[in-house]
């Protein structure tokens, strides 16, 4: 079975902290991304990326930055943390675009900025 | 880009009942699944689907792709069953993310 973990269930800082958010997934998924989830607005992509290095912006990028250094893990970065990014975040994993490319989850991080 | 649209958006149910979820997309897909938010926030993957029919114990699916729209069979309903269940499918383009429909709220009492 697929494994994708996050580092941290629940998370509360303060405005302005550098937050980082881990995801480690262990079946050697090329793509990995990161979504936020919100009340009324559903799921939204924020980065992903589809090999070491390489990443790619997708719908809300603005205030986040990632890191891909090995396969297996993907870091969201929240430069300076604001109120308004206190939400659920998700990490997800799939292999090759083009081939079965199902997306398996995390257990997501519960974050709240004070 | 594809939009995903669910119904009922909430749905009630006894214990040992059934119900049908119905998931509608407005183009062709390549993939479509099916997910289980529990009460933790932890999306379950239940079915890849892309066209067919698959069964896992007492779920099933069906997506005909022709059609443009799936269908979640849960039979005998549990408690643990509570909960969000979202189909998504993906954008096709380059980012290949998952397009998610506003899901179904589904509470099975006791």
Same mark, same amino acid.
């Given at each position: 079975?697929?494994k994708?973990?996050?580092?941290?269930?629940?998370?509360?800082?303060?405005?302005?902290?550098?937050?980082?958010?881990?995801?480690? =997934? /262990? #079946? /050697?998924?090329?793509? #990995?991304?990161?979504?936020? =989830?919100?009340?009324?607005?559903?799921?939204?992509?924020?980065? %992903?990326?589809?090999?070491?290095? #390489?990443?790619?912006?997708?719908?809300?990028?603005e205030?986040?930055?990632?890191?891909?250094?090995?396969?297996?893990? %993907?870091?969201?970065?929240?430069?300076?943390?604001?109120?308004? =990014?206190?939400? #659920?975040?998700?990490?997800?994993?799939?292999?090759?675009?083009?081939?079965?490319?199902? =997306?398996?989850?995390?257990p997501?991080?519960?974050?709240?900025?004070? | *880009?594809?939009?995903?649209?669910?119904?009922?958006?909430? $749905?009630?149910?006894?214990? *040992?009942?059934?119900?049908?979820?119905?998931?509608?997309?407005?183009?062709?897909?390549?993939? $479509?699944?099916?997910?289980?938010?529990?009460?933790?926030?932890?999306?379950?993957?239940l079915f890849?689907?892309?066209?067919?029919?698959?069964?896992?114990?007492?779920?099933?699916?069906?997506?005909?792709?022709?059609?443009?729209?799936?269908? $979640?069979?849960?039979?005998?309903?549990?408690?643990?069953?509570?909960?969000?269940?979202?189909?998504?499918?993906?954008? @096709? *383009?380059?980012?290949?993310?998952?397009?998610? *429909?506003? @899901?179904? $709220?589904l509470a099975?009492?006791?």
């Amino acid at each position: 079975d697929v494994k994708v973990t996050q580092s941290s269930r629940y998370l509360v800082k303060r405005t302005g902290e550098k937050v980082f958010l881990e995801c480690v =997934q /262990d #079946m /050697d998924h090329e793509n #990995m991304f990161w979504y936020r =989830q919100d009340p009324g607005l559903g799921l939204r992509l924020i980065y %992903f990326s589809y090999d070491v290095k #390489m990443k790619e912006k997708g719908d809300i990028p603005e205030g986040y930055s990632v890191s891909r250094e090995k396969k297996e893990r %993907f870091s969201l970065i929240l430069e300076s943390a604001s109120t308004n =990014q206190t939400s #659920m975040y998700l990490c997800a994993s799939s292999l090759s675009i083009g081939s079965r490319n199902e =997306q398996f989850f995390g257990p997501g991080t519960r974050l709240t900025v004070l | *880009g594809i939009q995903v649209e669910q119904s009922p958006p909430d $749905l009630i149910l006894q214990e *040992g009942a059934n119900s049908t979820l119905r998931c509608n997309f407005s183009d062709s897909v390549n993939n $479509l699944q099916w997910f289980h938010q529990n009460p933790w926030g932890q999306l379950i993957n239940l079915f890849y689907i892309p066209s067919g029919t698959k069964q896992n114990g007492r779920l099933s699916a069906t997506t005909v792709a022709t059609e443009r729209y799936s269908l $979640l069979y849960i039979s005998s309903s549990q408690t643990t069953d509570s909960g969000v269940y979202f189909c998504a499918a993906p954008w @096709g *383009g380059a980012t290949n993310k998952l397009i998610f *429909g506003t @899901g179904t $709220l589904l509470a099975v009492q006791p």
